[in-house]
């Protein structure tokens, strides 16, 4: 039988659901039930009723927060190993010592973060709405924006309200250069750039917008323009192509590959399915802080 469909009679059999990350491998996310960005995956996640296995294709931190949100359901993940160098920039630790230095102020945690870091933080946000939850808060508040601080910067100048960052990044996106943006420009001159936050401030200046990539999948299905340069994770072009056939779509560069994003493959998937593993465990207490945190973004 060909691996694909051992892999749907096998998830049909368990009742399982796959979900995938916009980033993983294009034969991944054509047999997901539901791709999607951080905020689409953990609304997908809060809202599953009738299955009892998720398979989340993505890294580890989203698999977690899958957990947090489906506590009743068992999560696994095809490889364990797929992680996240950003997520892995602040400990909890080192969240409360960053509070500690800032009395009354308010944490707000990217999704990208582990789930004990979402547990000291009194918010958190997806590169989608970032900037809604920053308003959210009231104006006269220190915001620490943990751990990204080129989407906090991006966050500051959207809304000019005062927020300390704390010094992580994406290494993948960090290999975007306002160069690679310009020349991209130059060859393709009717393309629109679309960004994601997570680049660094020039990048973000010289393109047209910044958006998450559940954001770009909208706003090019419904631009009337047909060339598009991506500044983002390259297994985007997937959804991108799928949707738009008749859009053409450029990398802004060869090298925007997270390899953690690629680890997971078919024969990984099928292994995972038929011993339901690597199982996703949250510790209890844990798990409890973290969903006020991640529940007071999916309320807004
Ligand atoms: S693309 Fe960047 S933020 Fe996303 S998983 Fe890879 S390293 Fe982490």
Not at 18 to 38: F, K, P, V
Not at 95 to 115: D, H, I, L, Q, W
Not at 214 to 239: C, D, N, P, W
Request: charged share 30%; glycine share 4%; aromatic share 6%.
């Amino acid at each position: 039988m060909d691996i694909r469909e051992e892999i749907v009679r096998l998830k049909n059999k368990k009742r399982a659901i796959i979900l995938a990350h916009n980033y993983q491998r294009d034969e991944i996310q054509e047999i997901a039930d539901y791709t999607g960005d951080s905020l689409g995956l953990s609304k997908k996640a809060a809202s599953i009723q009738d299955k009892e296995l998720i398979v989340f294709c993505g890294v580890y931190f989203m698999a977690e927060t899958a957990k947090i949100l489906s506590p009743d359901k068992k999560v696994i993940i095809p490889d364990r190993g797929a992680g996240c160098p950003m997520a892995d920039m602040i400990t909890a630790q080192q969240v409360r010592e960053f509070r500690n230095k800032y009395p009354g102020s308010v944490v707000v945690c990217y999704v990208n973060s582990t789930a004990e870091v979402k547990a000291e933080s009194d918010m958190c946000c997806t590169s989608a709405n970032a900037v809604q939850v920053v308003l959210s808060l009231p104006a006269d508040k220190t915001i620490l924006f943990v751990p990204d601080r080129y989407l906090g910067d991006f966050v500051r100048k959207k809304t000019s309200r005062n927020i300390v960052c704390w010094k992580g990044f994406c290494p993948t996106h960090a290999r975007v250069t306002r160069d690679m943006v310009l020349a991209a420009r130059k060859k393709h001159p009717n393309a629109v750039v679309l960004v994601h936050p997570e680049c660094t401030e020039d990048v973000v200046d010289a393109a047209d917008e910044a958006m998450s990539t559940g954001q770009m999948i909208a706003y090019v299905k419904k631009s009337g323009r047909t060339e598009f340069i991506i500044g983002t994770e390259k297994g985007i072009l997937y959804q991108l192509k799928k949707e738009n056939p008749r859009k053409d779509f450029y990398l802004v560069g060869k090298d925007v590959i997270c390899p953690n994003m690629k680890k997971i493959d078919l024969q990984k998937l099928l292994v995972s399915l038929q011993e339901e593993q690597d199982e996703v465990v949250v510790a209890p207490a844990i798990m409890e802080r973290a969903r006020k945190a991640i529940s007071a973004m999916l309320l807004l």
